[in-house]
């Protein structure tokens, strides 16, 4: 069979599935086993053969992928922002509205140092640093195994000595003064979860599950923020499509200002950033 021949059939199988973009994710994981730097290069090679050394893997990873596991596991990395970082099940899978975080983030101007509240794999940290190489960023997670990582991710970026990862339940272990305090934690009410795509069950539920109407982290991070933020400190946080209201009367009360919802791509009110004092 020809790369060509082997993709459709992929594409057929993971249609059959009910896999989102089969094709796209067909040519991913045929990329993956030919260990192609990306996928268009396979479009050099449709006529190429493909014997069974090379097919037999490539079984392996659509029939995984057709039963539901993320494509991202199977690839073992995700792209965020344009940069490469390990994805496996210890962290939730960068979603990509959170490239919308960092960038908002990033569009408030210049600051000396970040934090970044349930870090996860680390790719808010690691960007931010990356696009701030003068900033001094943090990143706190509950989960051993999440920061771990996270490590991982700051070596393959160079970033060892420059990102700090400690684990702190939410801001237990963090001592300000604090510039930007942004945090992508896990807002979805707990019986929502039951409901969600066999992909996002590949997740750990720690890094989905934000108690009875999913705010129990963000109400605990709101009250302890005014702790380490500095006066005019940012607060950004990536919110659920329906929460915007609530989470403005919370920083209202919790002398915030200048509080701004901002939506995502999809016109969904999704993040909410503020300034502090």
């Not at 001592?175 to 992508?184: H, T």
């Amino acid at each position: 069979m020809t790369v060509l021949e082997v993709l459709t059939a992929a594409t057929d199988y993971l249609t059959r599935q009910g896999v989102e973009s089969p094709r796209l994710n067909a040519e991913h994981l045929l990329a993956h086993v030919l260990k192609k730097k990306n996928r268009i290069e396979l479009y050099l090679e449709f006529e190429r053969p493909l014997g069974e050394a090379e097919r037999a893997p490539l079984r392996n990873l659509v029939r995984q992928r057709g039963e539901g596991r993320p494509l991202q596991h199977l690839l073992g990395t995700v792209e965020f922002l344009g940069y490469t970082f390990a994805s496996d099940s210890r962290a939730l899978i960068p979603r990509s509205e959170t490239e919308q975080l960092v960038e908002l983030v990033l569009a408030t101007g210049e600051f000396q140092n970040a934090l970044d509240v349930g870090t996860g794999s680390g790719v808010i940290a690691l960007s931010l640093a990356l696009k701030r190489p003068l900033a001094s960023v943090t990143g706190c997670d509950v989960s051993p195994e999440a920061l771990a990582l996270a490590g991982e991710n700051a070596v393959r970026h160079g970033l060892a000595q420059r990102v700090n990862f400690v684990e702190s339940d939410l801001l237990a272990n963090i001592r300000g003064p604090i510039d930007v305090l942004v945090a992508n934690l896990p807002y979805i009410p707990a019986a929502d979860i039951p409901g969600l795509s066999r992909e996002v069950g590949h997740d750990p539920v720690l890094a989905l599950d934000g108690g009875a109407d999913g705010l129990d982290l963000i109400r605990r991070l709101v009250d302890g923020a005014s702790g380490v933020l500095v006066p005019g400190g940012v607060l950004a946080v990536e919110i659920g499509h329906d929460q915007s209201p609530a989470v403005c009367e919370l920083l209202k009360a919790h002398n915030f200002r200048d509080i701004s919802p901002r939506r995502d791509y999809q016109n969904i009110e999704r993040f909410v950033i503020a300034k502090h004092g």
